[in-house]
């Protein structure tokens, strides 16, 4: 294993002091520093520390400072060795930084050895240091934008959308339609057990009493395909009807890949009443007529997709940089971000309803997969955070000022209550104006991008 060693050089009239660096590599962008510090630099740290607690220390009988050396000593033994011992840590890891020249992403691990006043002293340190690589091209890279002209069948579906939200459903008596609402109870059973019985914590899937389904609707319901299959029932009209259950499906494992029957009646049919095109209707949607309300809606589709483009433009530059360059990333940032991406998944799927066993069960993929999203995250963090620094992009106040207002508004927090805590919390604050910089990187390299609008399907 490759090993060098730096000893500073020997300087007339001054004690002979040695501080022996030796590197270690382990990997590309993991290193050990063995760092020894003689018995003069030792005895010199401990000597700072007992002058320091002689300074403040308050024994009985003695004025502030006043107190024998001995009795310091004696009285905060514990203390002055665990102090003592952090000031010769600090120590050898700043000496071995400024003989190596590292850049230290991460301390991984620190290994005292003896530490002890009257003898050398040789420190370990396991340590991340950021990897070096040459910035690939950046500016000018390719993107590919849609159209953000909005069509007169997309401005009608959005028209239709805004009457929906304030249709009325009103009773039919006929046969359900597409559209309609319909009120059901069902129970279902799987090879003539009780869907209940296989379900018990998820009762929605097995038997309900009452509730609304929409007749082939676009969004799916509760029970897969169940919506598909109530056109043509009346009010009062009972029916089996056969559901497939996906093979993925993480709201109820039990249920995934299984074809169950339910029993359905209908006890209502509700129809959606859209709301006539008139000035009240105008009024509502801030507009005159109907020409100003395509006005406003082409208008809003534009933004929309001028967003999405936006959007598009970052996923793609990012992709692009990232395979523009290859190299090692630190083993402990892909640690620490691979369990903010398993915590960030957890949390989405506890929020659709997964159990807690789902996660346990698929642990081992989970872990794999965040793992290998944590790499890919972890590399472009790198690449933007040396463009941001080839290009002075740099966090100002009023971006911090924004993102603590973005992130009160999402979190439904006061700002200055998330301000004080960012204020107290350096690790925060120091991950979101890393945070910060990666966006403003990108947005830098989304104004430098060549774009081309991609050609419509036909």
Same mark, same amino acid.
């Given at each position: 294993?490759?090993?060098?060693s730096? #000893?500073?050089?020997?300087?007339?009239?001054? /004690?002979?002091i #040695?501080?022996?660096? %030796?590197?270690?590599?382990?990997?590309?962008?993991?290193?050990?520093?063995?760092?020894?510090?003689?018995?003069?630099?030792?005895?010199?740290?401990?000597?700072?520390?007992?002058?320091?607690?002689?300074?403040?220390?308050?024994?009985?009988?003695?004025?502030?400072?006043?107190?024998?050396?001995?009795?310091?000593?004696k009285?905060f033994?514990?203390?002055i060795?665990?102090?003592?011992?952090q000031?010769?840590?600090t120590?050898?890891?700043?000496?071995g930084?400024?003989?190596?020249?590292?850049?230290?992403?991460?301390?991984?691990?620190?290994?005292?050895?003896?530490?002890? /006043?009257?003898?050398?002293?040789?420190?370990?340190?396991t340590?991340?240091?950021r990897?070096?690589?040459?910035?690939?091209?950046? #500016?000018g890279?390719?993107?590919?934008?849609?159209?953000?002209?909005?069509?007169?069948?997309?401005?009608?579906?959005?028209?239709?959308?805004?009457?929906?939200?304030?249709?009325?459903?009103?009773?039919?008596?006929?046969?359900?339609q597409?559209?309609?609402?319909v009120?059901?109870s069902?129970?279902?059973?799987i090879?003539?057990?009780?869907?209940a019985?296989?379900?018990?914590d998820?009762q929605? *899937?097995?038997?309900?009493p009452?509730?609304w389904?929409?007749?082939?609707?676009?969004n799916?319901?509760?029970i897969?395909?169940?919506?598909?299959?109530l056109?043509?029932?009346?009010?009062g009209?009972?029916?089996?009807?056969?559901?497939?259950f996906?093979?993925?499906?993480?709201?109820?494992?039990?249920?995934?890949?299984?074809?169950?029957?339910?029993?359905?009646?209908?006890q209502?049919?509700?129809e959606?009443?859209?709301p006539?095109?008139d000035e009240?209707?105008?009024?509502?949607q801030?507009?005159?007529?109907l020409?100003?309300?395509?006005?406003?809606?082409?208008n809003?589709?534009?933004? %929309?997709?001028? *967003?999405?483009?936006?959007?598009?433009?970052r996923?793609?530059?990012t992709?692009?940089l990232?395979?523009?360059v290859?190299f090692?990333? /630190?083993?402990?940032?892909?640690?620490?971000?691979?369990?903010?991406?398993?915590?960030?998944?957890?949390?989405?799927?506890?929020?659709r309803g997964v159990?807690?066993?789902?996660?346990?069960?698929?642990k081992k993929?989970?872990?794999?997969?965040?793992?290998k999203?944590?790499?890919?995250r972890?590399?472009l963090?790198?690449?933007?955070?040396?463009?941001a620094?080839?290009?002075?992009?740099?966090?100002?106040?009023?971006?911090?000022?924004?993102f603590i207002?973005r992130?009160?508004?999402?979190?439904n927090?006061?700002?200055?209550?998330?301000?004080?805590?960012?204020?107290?919390?350096?690790?925060?604050?120091?991950?979101?104006? %890393?945070?910060?910089?990666?966006?403003?990187?990108?947005?830098?390299?989304?104004?430098?991008?060549?774009?081309?609008?991609q050609? /419509?399907?036909?």
């Amino acid at each position: 294993m490759l090993r060098r060693s730096v #000893t500073n050089s020997f300087k007339p009239n001054a /004690p002979f002091i #040695t501080v022996n660096v %030796q590197l270690d590599p382990i990997s590309d962008t993991r290193k050990n520093l063995v760092v020894t510090l003689d018995k003069n630099e030792v005895d010199a740290e401990h000597q700072a520390v007992v002058a320091e607690f002689t300074k403040l220390a308050r024994l009985p009988g003695f004025r502030p400072g006043k107190a024998p050396v001995a009795m310091v000593l004696k009285r905060f033994a514990k203390d002055i060795a665990e102090e003592f011992k952090q000031k010769v840590i600090t120590k050898a890891y700043r000496e071995g930084l400024e003989k190596q020249k590292l850049d230290v992403l991460n301390i991984v691990k620190v290994e005292p050895g003896t530490i002890e /006043p009257g003898l050398s002293a040789a420190v370990t340190l396991t340590v991340d240091i950021r990897p070096d690589f040459k910035l690939p091209a950046y #500016t000018g890279l390719a993107t590919v934008v849609s159209s953000t002209a909005a069509s007169d069948e997309e401005v009608d579906k959005v028209i239709e959308g805004l009457r929906s939200e304030r249709a009325e459903f009103k009773v039919a008596d006929r046969a359900a339609q597409k559209g309609d609402y319909v009120k059901l109870s069902y129970e279902g059973s799987i090879d003539g057990k009780p869907v209940a019985d296989l379900v018990p914590d998820k009762q929605i *899937y097995g038997k309900v009493p009452q509730t609304w389904e929409e007749v082939e609707g676009e969004n799916e319901g509760v029970i897969p395909g169940l919506g598909r299959q109530l056109a043509g029932l009346k009010t009062g009209e009972k029916k089996a009807v056969s559901v497939d259950f996906p093979a993925e499906f993480p709201a109820a494992p039990a249920l995934a890949g299984k074809q169950a029957s339910y029993a359905v009646e209908v006890q209502e049919i509700r129809e959606r009443v859209l709301p006539a095109m008139d000035e009240a209707f105008f009024k509502a949607q801030q507009v005159d007529n109907l020409d100003g309300l395509k006005t406003s809606v082409r208008n809003n589709l534009k933004l %929309q997709k001028e *967003y999405q483009n936006r959007g598009e433009q970052r996923r793609q530059i990012t992709e692009a940089l990232a395979a523009a360059v290859d190299f090692a990333v /630190p083993e402990s940032l892909v640690e620490s971000e691979t369990q903010s991406v398993l915590r960030q998944f957890i949390e989405e799927n506890m929020r659709r309803g997964v159990a807690q066993e789902q996660f346990e069960k698929d642990k081992k993929e989970l872990f794999e997969s965040a793992g290998k999203a944590a790499a890919k995250r972890v590399k472009l963090q790198l690449i933007l955070a040396k463009i941001a620094e080839a290009e002075k992009i740099q966090v100002s106040e009023k971006d911090i000022d924004s993102f603590i207002y973005r992130e009160a508004m999402r979190s439904n927090q006061k700002p200055d209550k998330l301000a004080r805590d960012l204020a107290k919390n350096r690790d925060a604050l120091r991950s979101v104006q %890393q945070s910060i910089i990666f966006d403003k990187a990108v947005d830098f390299l989304v104004t430098k991008a060549t774009v081309s609008e991609q050609t /419509p399907k036909a």
